[in-house]
């Protein structure tokens, strides 16, 4: 179940869903939960784990091996054996943001034991317990960059593993020729065409399985890839980026070329939270709240409202503020972001009317969408439309209306956010790309 923040899809085989910090789960009182997951298996926490109100909704574990029993409907067996287990880290009770990697818990009958002792930092403990030990890689489409890893450059209409990728793979992003991906080890992966730069090997070559970065470590927290740039940030809070650099996307305070190699931006420091490559420009998110953009500029898209094409090195937009929660940047010239108090702001090219304002006018400075509201949880972008997810779980899209991108059962471009054809309040997540949505919907 690889994804940018852990497990965003209740999937089939998952046999629990516990969530310390969703209401469904937990009563707020005492330590029960109840398992989100439809499946039955309600549960309660053993040996010290208490509610915390002050970091809305985290166990506070108190180091003394605490467990989570009362399983009674999964049969284990006799021997234990580890899966994995994912932590919400919260420095702050207003910072919800996962920061933490994926702990191992120690199956026995009847109960779940923690393998390694906690201290007593409040933490949001969010169980996603699946009958399998493994997360394999797969992956399926156009293969002429050997973007599959599949160790050819053959096409495959169904989802086939990556070769020699082994089981624990924790994120993965994909270029328009390319793949990256990080292992929970902490190492960064990365295959396919490596003409520009994209694989960050030092070689200008391509390879058609996974291989290191020429930085190597162990430290990779996260990756986002888009045509032939990536950008990565690590445990230290450092922001790296390597491969094409024409529209000066990589912040580095000179465009043109490429980079072999990942190379920090020119602004440096050590408290990058979040960080999104965009067809020809990247934005990210410091800890402190601020958002940087930098890159092409031609139609707005960074917001500064200045009129200059490029910016060389990480700028703020011209809205300033520390409260941005997230943001993406859309194929190939508007961003979009959400703020902590749920509002979703939009700016850039708006030719299909993918900002969402009611009209095809660019912006260079964030505007909010025609749709308004505070209630923004996640957004995605494409090419040319944007869709997002609100926290009641509809799901919204605008903007070109291509090949049915919208999901509207038309062709049909939209100047503002609609729900699509299939409606409901179930949506979780949403992740767009040429013409083409992934969503889930969860299980309840």
Known sequence: MPSQYGPRVITDGLILCLDAADRNSYSGVGTNFNDIAGKGNHTFLVNGPTYSNDYRGAIVLDGSKDYISGISSITLGDNTFTISMWLKYSAEPNNIQPKGKRKKIRFGRGQIHLEDDCDDTPRKLKFYIDDSTEQNLWAWGFNGGSQLGTNDTINRSTPVTVYGSGTEWELLSAGTSFSSAIKDNGTLWTWGSGGSGELGNNSGVAKNTPITTFAGGNSWKMISSVRSTSAAIKNDGTLWLWGYNIDAQLGINIGGGTRLTPVTTFAGGTNWNSVSAGYSNCAGIKNDGTLWVWGYNLYGQLGTNDGQNYKSTPVTTFTGGTNWKSVVCAMPNSMSAIKTDGTLWVWGRNNFGQLGINNQLDKSTPVTT?????????????????????????????????????GSNDNVSRLTPITTFAGGTHWKFLSCSYNTNEIGRAHV
């Open 370 to 406: 025609f749709a308004g509201g505070t209630n923004w949880k996640q957004v995605a972008c494409g090419f040319n439309y944007i869709g997002g997810i609100k926290t009641d779980g509809t799901l919204w899209l605008w903007g070109s209306g291509g090949y049915g991108g919208l």
